[in-house]
């Protein structure tokens, strides 16, 4: 494990594979070693493996559990599981790239209260991004509440509004608002344009 994390600080690895037990620490200390510095995907292979196990390494952030049988056509199930998660990660990542460089305003709301944001939707109210999440979107939005609603066949809803930035300046916006589901709720995506 000590060698495997001094690795992993000099390279760019894809992924990390581990088994269970070890002697100085397990696949899962490893695996929370490793996530204080980086966000590489992490598959625990073990044969010491039990529903505990999976679920303290669920917990601790791994990306896929799989357990080792003896069986030697177990390995491509191997190799497809590692590609699977590194594609996965891939595309996460690219994701988040597009979302925080888009150049709109991307907000996530739930009741009127802002989830999510990216950096565009800060500099558009002119604050900090741990300042604005849990905030009330008609602190800055001035809309009327009922024109803030998408309609009921899932379209998307396009309508023109003011935004005051945290300094009193007004902003005319265009915003595009439609369902979505946040973290296995209902909530609302909001695409605001200057």
Not at 17 to 41: C, F, H, T, W
Not at 63 to 75: A, I, Q
Request: proline content about 3%.
């Amino acid at each position: 494990p000590e060698e495997a994390l001094k690795l992993h600080e000099q390279g760019i690895y894809d992924c990390v594979v581990s088994d269970y037990k070890m002697l100085s620490m397990n696949g899962i200390e490893l695996a929370q070693k490793v996530r204080e510095k980086s966000s590489v995907p992490f598959i625990l292979y073990t044969g010491q493996g039990s529903e505990e196990v999976a679920e303290k390494a669920f917990t601790a952030g791994i990306d896929d559990y799989l357990r080792k049988e003896s069986e030697p056509t177990h390995y491509q199930v191997l190799a497809k599981r590692i590609r699977h998660t590194v594609e996965k990660h891939r595309i996460d990542e690219l994701y988040k790239k597009v979302v925080e460089e888009s150049r709109e305003a991307i907000i996530i709301l739930k009741d009127n209260k802002i989830q999510f944001l990216n950096q565009s939707a800060c500099h558009l109210v002119g604050i900090e991004k741990e300042n604005c999440l849990g905030l009330d979107i008609f602190e800055f939005m001035m809309v009327e509440p009922k024109d803030f609603v998408p309609p009921e066949d899932g379209s998307s809803h396009v309508f023109e509004a003011k935004c005051r930035t945290a300094s009193g300046v007004e902003r005319a916006a265009e915003v595009t608002l439609s369902k979505t589901t946040y973290l296995g709720e209902e909530a609302y995506l909001a695409f605001i344009r200057d």
